[in-house]
């Protein structure tokens, strides 16, 4: 039987099993297909690669495997010299925008209030979800690695960790966000844009004390949500400090 030989680079480990990892891999080759489908054959998600070489030469998702092919696959954040490679991914979208699956609720929270653009709901079908990525230009980040197979998801990324708040460093850090992190600019419920209100306009809004006590409210433009430094201030200051952002603005109430 002929055989095509496949190497994984970098975090793209992370989708196999510990005995396949760091190893060259051989895999039966029955009938010519793409070699998009034989690395998402080993459980490698298409969004998270950005350069195929076979036998020495660069190619693209549509290359057919061939009896004999030495495969070289290398993650997003590979330190190659991709100007002299051709790459498998189109350039990154203009903007970092994000749409989060049913699973990644507390990221969403918490990537809103570092004041990135993330729709996220708890009814999202996956369907919806490979839209919404591919029409708005939006990375698609869950922890569904079948999800991210979908062919009209151009870019997505595997959430690693299972802690929220290691998995808003893990988003950070993956794709260098702190130069545009704009802390408590965003709503966190709904992802509208917070602008700050005069406390006599919202007089009415919230509850006697609160009104009473503080005295800097913030008021979300598309659900008209009302915050201020409440019970949760401090959390959400460690939570920033732990971003390495500095806080600003009136932040959530209890």
């Known amino acids: 039987m002929s055989h095509a030989f496949f190497r994984f680079y970098g975090n793209l480990n992370d989708f196999l099993p510990p ?5 060259e891999l051989t895999r039966d080759i029955k009938e010519q ?12 998600p298409h969004p998270e690669i950005s350069l ?19 495969v070289s696959v290398y993650p997003q954040d590979t330190t190659l010299d ?5 790459q498998v991914q189109p350039p990154p979208p203009p903007q970092m925008r994000f749409v989060l699956d049913v699973h990644l609720g507390k990221l969403a929270t918490y990537l ?14 996956d369907a919806e979800l490979a839209q919404i990525s591919s029409r708005e230009q939006r990375l698609l980040l869950t922890q569904d690695r079948g999800l991210l197979k979908r062919s009209i998801v151009t870019y997505g990324y595997a959430v690693r960790s299972n ?13 260098k966000l ?3 992190l704009a802390p408590l600019q965003r709503c966190p419920r709904c992802n509208g844009t917070l602008v700050t209100v005069d406390k006599a306009a919202i007089q009415t809004q919230v509850p006697y004390y609160t009104h009473l006590y503080y005295d800097e409210f913030s008021q979300c433009q598309r659900c008209h949500q009302i915050y201020w430094k409440g019970a949760h201030y401090e959390r959400i200051q460690s939570l920033l400090a732990a971003a390495k952002v500095p806080a600003r603005n009136p932040v959530l109430r209890e």
């Open 52 to 70: 195929i070489v076979v036998n020495g030469e660069s190619v693209s998702f549509d290359y057919l495997v061939q009896a004999g092919d030495h």
């Open 19 to 23: 005995k396949h990892r760091q190893v």
């Open 82 to 86: 991709m100007a002299t490679l051709s």
């Open 112 to 125: 809103r209030l570092l004041g990135l653009d993330t729709l996220y709901r708890n009814d999202y079908n």
């Open 178 to 180: 702190q130069p545009v």
């Open 33 to 44: 297909g793409s070699i998009k489908d034989a690395i998402e054959a080993w459980g490698v």
């Open 163 to 175: 802690d929220p708040e290691a998995q808003m460093l893990e988003v950070i850090k993956r794709f």
